[in-house]
């Protein structure tokens, strides 16, 4: 951010015209009572559909795309919080600037998700009331999400898995029938390709690196291995709204084999983890480790709701 | 969603001109018409109060700038006289850097951050999880370049196959091309963090998206 104020006041030719924006309107009041000109989250401008045509198309089920959107959105929410907990605990700056703007961009697809998802049911509910005024049996996330980061190789890993299935998910889902869904999807996918080769490049360096950064690797994908069975397992929900995530399972495992070769491990070769009575993330059914995570998530929304600033 | 091909249909007119000039809050050496951000500019109802309707299309999902620039070209646009104004986000089609206008990429190579390649965004068309051509990352030459950022380059589609590789990542500020990637995550969600080996110096690269 400094960066970029160093480069508006030497860079713009004509001077006047950085000085009035950069963060400038930020203390400036709307002209008007009726203007949008305001600043801050909370208002009009921070609706990250805003405008968007909020119909939900002829042919679809309202109550079902909520539900799917809720689903991906949740899963974006949820590993978002996790990478931006690296922040101050990676192992080098740059890796930290990296995880934040991973976390940036499942958050930014979250808000838009999680957004739609209030649309499309009818109920009205804005990003907030879903992100910080469900209980933990209303999130719909898959299990994957929600571990704990573990250490780097383990958040590594986790990261690899997510990010080829979400990236192989959104590109499918950039034909949807709901324009919305499909413009997320079609962003996210391009998102998801960067956060891909991050971790295949992270995946490398570790697996190739030497034997101790190796065995840390393999002991990370070993672990994660069981939670990622639940990416490839259809929902209802997800039958009926979106793409059966099934389909996925071979070409995703494939890219990811082939990223293990390349990087000296070994696939892991471990069932998924059990369901309860064959209901899991997807259903509401979380692990121990869902509920202080959304503590830490929501604790300041409900210290003081509706605030603004 | 409005086609494309109607998106620029006022481009003419007034309001579209003062939206246009409105500078991105995070890389202000552009206007939102250089970064291909303003879609269109609608005017319609009586000419003498007309309503002003601006669309913009973010860049990144989170990009946490989108806010502002809404708030500028609402601002603007009240302050150029019109009174009706509102400020609504189009998602479809996604933004691209191929959206970055020629006078864009100038503005950016001047300002010290490389632009990225016209039409390259395009060309590393990302299809499917399939395998990921891994490649070095440095663009010493022409030959190798695209092969570190190319994703879904298996072979399995043919999308990167037929596009000419794009050229090599030029040093904004000696202009030397024996460029390396250093982390491919800066300062803002679109930049990425390059050094030159020509000329030591690091320098920022808006990233291919």
Redesign the interface.
Known sequence: MTDDLTHAATADPAGAATDDHVYLSLTEASPEPEGEGRWAYGTGFADPLLGVDTAVPPGLDGADLAAYCLMLGDDALILAQQLIEWCTRAPELEEEVALANLGLDLLGQARQLLTRAGQADGSGRTEDDLAYWREEREFRNVRLVEAPNGDFAYSIARLLLFATARGALYEALAGHADPVLAAVAARGAKELAYHREYATAWTLRLGDGTPYSAARMQAGLDAVWPLAEELFTGHPVELRAGVDPATLREPVLRAVAAVCAEAGLTVPDARGLASVGGRAGRDGVHTEALGPLLAELQVVARAHPGATW | ?TAVAGARASSGSAAWAVAAA??D?????LTLADLGVLADVEVAGDPERPSVTA?LT?T?????A???M???V??RL??AGFAD????????????TDLITAEGRRKLA????APPRPGAASAVA???????S?GPTRRADAGEAGSA?A??D?GSTGAVGSAAAPPPVTCPLCGGTDTEE????????CKA?WRCRDCREPF?RV?E?
């Open positions: 969603m409105v500078p809050p995070e890389l202000p050496m669309w973010p990144y999902s989170g990009c946490p989108v806010a502002e809404a708030a500028d609402d601002r009240r302050a104004v509102r400020v609504r986000l189009r998602l479809n089609p996604p933004w691209s001047e300002a010290g951050i990302r299809s499917g999880p399939a395998l990921l891994l950022g994703v879904g298996g250093l982390s491919r995550f800066g300062s803002t969600a963090l920022e990233k998206i």
